[in-house]
């Protein structure tokens, strides 16, 4: 992967920050977009808008092409057996969401059990807790390694025949883990309980394939492949959406309607109620062409060179502690000693870096780490050696500035 000719389709890139060239080190919480994403974007609103499935003019057309050719690029991506397998929804949040309230919500009641880890994104878990207190089920936690990463015993030993639903991310984006979906799956599944797999944080860096996976439901977003916000998708088995209801009611997902009665569509539409994210889908199918075209296999060698090379250089400063195992995705979740990760931040975006600061959206897992926050780097197609480096200048800099501080 040439990453000079990739960097070159990202407009964002080629600008200062605060006088510095912009090193952009936070793809964790959304990606940027390249040309062809924005094209694509222009182009649906310059040529082609117009509402999908109900028109039979031309612009009608041509718009539901390109949002049903997208729903089949993501088909392919993720290596799902059908379109029908692929609802649309606003990100890996709303497709989360979906299966606690649909399908979560029929199926567990007094005495079931709903097993995830304390490494999930918020987005993983107050779903389920919600599900929980509604239906009487327990929520019951897999426990993590010293490092941070889950062992397949501990899994075994928390999965009984009374759980009904496993629910786990892919990649933590906090400690950067790659979890056992495949292998987790098959412990859920021998005691009758189905997989659901947050898959925010690997879809974008990894190849995806459901069917080898064999999970039940799959979420992912746009926004951090390189594509637009507020688009993602929920990848759920054909024969669990047929027996689930949907959640959102209006247009666009019915079939009859009567004064009294009414009746939905076939998947995936039954799903996807209202005027769709038409515009999103079209960035999405072009970013997913995009990601295609430089190499699935390629973008995750180039991220764990990146992260093998960034905890070298990070480790060689006093004071500084990284997070999680040692084989992990493009993340590097750090704190500096007797600084807040907030100050560290202000001081790199001062110097055109950007880096998140905070608990990302995993309070619990802050608080197994014994931490209130921490500082993160994340690494996607267009970082260089050359953007670890300015990091590290940036962190001894910044090092040195509070250590004046309080000497």
């Known amino acids: 992967m040439n990453v000079q000719e990739v960097r070159k389709q990202f407009p964002i890139l080629h600008q200062e920050v605060n006088g510095n060239p912009l090193v952009y080190l936070d793809s964790a919480a959304t990606s940027q977009k390249p040309i062809q994403v924005i094209e694509a974007l222009d182009d649906y609103y310059r040529r082609y808008n117009s509402n999908v499935h109900r028109g039979v003019h031309t ?76 239906t009487g089920a327990t929520l019951k ?155 699935m296999d390629a973008i995750l060698a180039h991220e764990h060179e990146l992260a093998i090379y960034a905890m070298e250089r990070m480790s060689e400063i006093e004071g500084l502690t990284i997070y999680g195992p040692k084989k992990r995705a493009g993340v590097v979740t750090f704190n500096i000693d007797d600084v807040h990760p907030h100050d560290v931040a202000t001081v790199l975006d001062a110097d055109g870096i950007a880096v998140r600061a905070g608990h990302h959206c995993a309070q619990p897992l802050m608080k197994w780490l014994n931490v209130t926050a921490t500082a993160r780097a994340s690494f996607y197609l267009y970082n260089t050696k050359e953007d670890v480096d300015a990091l590290v200048n940036g962190l001894i800099k910044t090092k040195e500035y509070f250590g004046d501080v309080f000497r």
């Open 59 to 134: 612009l009608g057309t041509l718009a539901t092409d390109g949002y049903e050719g997208a729903r089949e690029k993501v088909r392919k991506f993720i290596n799902a057996n059908s379109t029908e397998e692929i609802i649309f929804t606003r990100g890996t949040t709303t497709a989360l969401n979906l299966v606690a309230s649909s399908y979560g919500r029929a199926n567990l009641g007094e005495g079931d059990e709903i097993v995830i880890t304390p490494m999930e994104h918020h987005s993983n878990i107050i779903p389920w807790q919600q599900v929980a207190k509604a």
């Open 141 to 295: 936690y897999i426990p993590l390694q010293e490092d941070g990463s889950i062992d397949l015993a501990d899994v075994e030993e928390t999965v009984t025949p009374q759980t009904k639903i496993v629910s786990v991310m892919q990649v933590s984006n906090v400690l950067g883990a790659i979890n056992p979906i495949k292998e987790i799956a098959a412990i859920a599944h021998k005691h009758g309980a189905v997989m659901v797999v947050d898959g925010a944080q690997s879809t974008p860096h990894m190849k995806i394939d459901v069917q080898d996976l064999d999970c039940d439901f799959f979420a992912f977003s746009g926004h951090k492949m390189a594509g637009p916000t507020g688009i993602g998708a929920l990848y759920g088995k054909k024969k669990l959406l047929d027996n689930m209801e949907p959640i959102e009611f209006g247009g666009e997902m019915i079939d009859f309607v009567g004064l009294q009665e009414s009746t939905w569509k076939e998947l995936p539409w039954k799903f996807e109620g209202g005027t769709p994210i038409i515009a999103g889908a079209i960035g999405l199918g072009a970013a997913i062409d995009f990601l295609e075209e430089v190499g």
